[in-house]
């Protein structure tokens, strides 16, 4: 059985090419350069309006780790209501205390509002930060998570696959496992099939040029080298791609 697909997204054009490519799911953000933001309540109605794709919004408002202060938690409250009024099928999330354990009270809070508003809940790759993978896990399903996103606690999702297929084979039947980082149509076969989990996530990479990045030595380069004039976006080619080596398993 051919994995379920969810393509990162970082646009409504992203989100048009992961459509183009095949993909039925997305988790939308704003900024991925910084691992990924809260999009904008305008982009979530963009994409349900005009693209037939399930929608899981990230819920982040700014970049480095996962401890939230007070006021950064307050805004991401109130962003979750936003993107979820805007149709967001589900909302992707992670509260961590310093030591690197879930922060249960915060995790809680945007529990209760996805909840409240009858969508899913994901807790997203702050799991591969914490220090006790099997422990969180337990915790996840206790507090009514339904899915995870993990690299296995590793850079990528094939470097963690040992870890990915011990969480799936110990948790699978409780809490959906979605595995991450790295994933594209060379490896999904094999990581699918020594995993055994039923969902993956890619970003499917590719880069776009725009001329005004750096003019008159004014530069806001996002990446260097020869992607010095470019910015990140989703290929529809590399989307169907993995889908295809996904429905060939």
Request: net charge negative; with cysteine; glycine share 12%.
């Amino acid at each position: 059985m051919s994995p379920v697909v969810e393509i990162c997204c970082g646009s409504y054009y992203d989100a048009k090419q992961a459509a183009l490519g095949g993909a039925g799911r997305v988790e939308l953000n704003g900024a991925l350069m910084l691992g990924g933001l809260t999009p904008t309540a305008a982009t979530v109605a963009m994409v349900k309006e005009n693209l037939e794709l399930e929608v899981v919004a990230m819920a982040r408002p700014r970049g480095a780790g996962f401890c939230y202060l007070e006021e950064e938690f307050a805004v991401m409250k109130r962003e979750c209501v936003e993107v979820l009024e805007a149709g967001a099928d589900g909302i992707a999330f992670g509260c961590l205390l310093e030591d690197g354990s879930v922060d249960q009270e915060k995790t809680k809070g945007l529990l209760d509002i996805v909840k409240g508003m009858g969508r899913q809940a994901v807790f997203h790759r702050a799991f591969d930060c914490v220090e006790d993978p099997f422990h969180t896990m337990e915790q996840l399903i206790g507090l009514g998570v339904d899915r995870v996103l993990t690299s296995g606690l590793k850079p990528t999702a094939m470097e963690g696959r040992d870890m990915i297929r011990q969480l799936q084979m110990m948790f699978g039947d409780r809490i959906q496992i979605l595995a991450g980082s790295g994933v594209n149509g060379g490896n999904v076969r094999e990581l699918v099939e020594y995993t055994g989990v039923s969902q993956v996530h890619s970003s499917c990479k590719a880069w776009r040029k725009d001329p005004t990045t750096a003019r008159n030595g004014v530069s806001y380069s996002m990446a260097g080298g020869d992607k010095a004039m470019c910015y990140d976006v989703v290929s529809s080619e590399l989307v169907a791609e993995l889908i295809k080596r996904g429905k060939e398993l």
